[in-house]
């Protein structure tokens, strides 16, 4: 009968723990989905990871063991200690002098373990990240040659969180194994009452004997609850870090579909900060973007310029809503983003990054993500028009060849080439190109310009790029500067107007002549 409700009792238990935990994932998943995509992407990926799988793993073992194993240990010595009170009550009251014994070194033992334990999750946090850190980054690490600093890196890491917690549990080994010594000695207070009450007639032998076996079990069975302490502190941490990203704050999401009169995007007197205190955010030292004003055209072609941190890939990122502006208003046509429904949102622009990611499933599927609609031969002009059909034939399965793990199968060329043929199959109004040709071959480069503007054509485009040289012909260039508007023409005006322009581009002509008379110098010696 033991085994059966033992059985039962764990198999209910795991069955609910393994659903909370679902629960938990399914709810940090979702939180994530709705909140702004630079936010989620600010987070990193060793802390994604430890809280989404090692935290709230964490919570299995005392869910599922904890509720059905800690209630018998609990009863037992509950019906004993009746038990005995129902022999005598000295004895049961007997049975229990080690308890407070116990409980004073428990509690100095417990002085400082809120604090260790912080140290100790936060020691924890940062071994995790630190593996993260060295299994991605090994490819760089191998080329730069930086093998034995960067696993000198990763071992002191581990071995720092090793001596953390040795050295914590050294310091609670004595004052543990006497308390858990010193617990289940009950024998300590009832021998000498038994004996007494024995002398003076009050129990018999039966009773004496009975009283003297039963206390052996009356606390036995307690002493699983000091694992409850670090259970619970361990639940305790892992709902706290879980909590941290179900309270994150969600973009506003409009309910109603609503109508463009058309596919220009404006900027109002639009500042942005990232994360700061409330206090702070207004300040100027905090902003990102001061008091942006422009009108993009709908069908035009508009290129964002400018030295690094300047605010390019924010502004891009703020038309698709990867964060809400902090100060003024962008709309497409005459609609502001906060009212346009995010996945309407989603469909309305296309937005190309220089970090591709790729899905590893086969490189017609990765490209259909961009219109799941789409047939294969629409699929197959796409990836013409984003010169890829080429390399992709030559692979060994053509279309059916798999990306690898995050496109790892392909070079950074080729994974561009391939995020543009989705971008391009996806046909949304709005295409945003955050230096998404910057990996291209410089053979394709004029042939991949021709094809988006092709694509493009009656699309409102937006380029940001450092290689000036690709958005010569665009309607308008903004040069952008410490956050502000430095400048805005056409190539030819901003040569004339701009000092900061002018440079860019003489700096970037510089580069293309030391890059082709090195070229021509490497045929010359081969030849």
Known sequence: MKIISHAASTTLAHHSAYQILESMRVRIAERLMKAPLGTVQNESVGKLKNVMIDRVETIELPLAHIIPEGISNLLLPICVFAYLLFIDWRMAFAALITVPIAAISFAYLMKSFNKQYAS??????????????YVEGIEVIKTFNQSSSSYEKFEQAIQAFKDYTLGWFRSTWKLMNF?????????????????????????GPSELAMCFILCLGIVGPLTSFTLFVNNAK???????????????????????????DHYGVIFHDVSFSYSTPPQDAGSAQNKVLRSINLTFPEGSFTALVGPSGSGKSTIAKLIARFWDVTEGEISIGNVPLKQVPLDQLANTISYVSQD?????????????????????????????AACCHDFIEQLEHGYDSLAGEVGG?????????????RA????????????????????????LQQSIAALTKEKSLF????????????????????GQIESTGSHNQLLQTCELYRHMWEAHIGAKAWSASSNAKEVHANG
């Open 120 to 133: 100790y999750m936060e020691s924890s946090n940062h071994v995790n990240s630190v593996i993260v850190e």
């Open 179 to 203: 308390s858990n010594a010193v617990l289940p000695s009950t024998l300590l207070g009832t021998v000498p009452i038994g004996m007494y009450l024995y002398q003076t007639g009050i129990l």
């Open 234 to 260: 361990t639940i305790e941490y892992a709902v706290m870090e879980v909590s941290e990203f179900l309270q994150l704050e969600a973009l506003e999401n409009a309910s109603e579909q609503v109508q463009f």
């Open 356 to 384: 591709n990611f790729l899905f590893n499933c086969s490189l017609m599927d990765n490209i259909r993500l961009g219109n799941p609609d789409a047939t294969d031969e629409e699929v197959i002009a796409a990836a013409k």
């Open 409 to 421: 199968k392909l070079s950074g060329g080729e994974k561009q080439r391939v995020a543009i043929a």
């Open 424 to 447: 391009m199959l996806k046909n949304a109004p709005i295409i945003i190109l955050d230096e998404a040709t910057a990996f291209t071959d410089p053979e394709n480069e004029e042939k």
């Open 463 to 482: 380029v940001i790029a450092h290689r000036l040289s690709t958005i010569q012909h665009a309607d308008q260039i903004i040069v952008l500067n410490y």
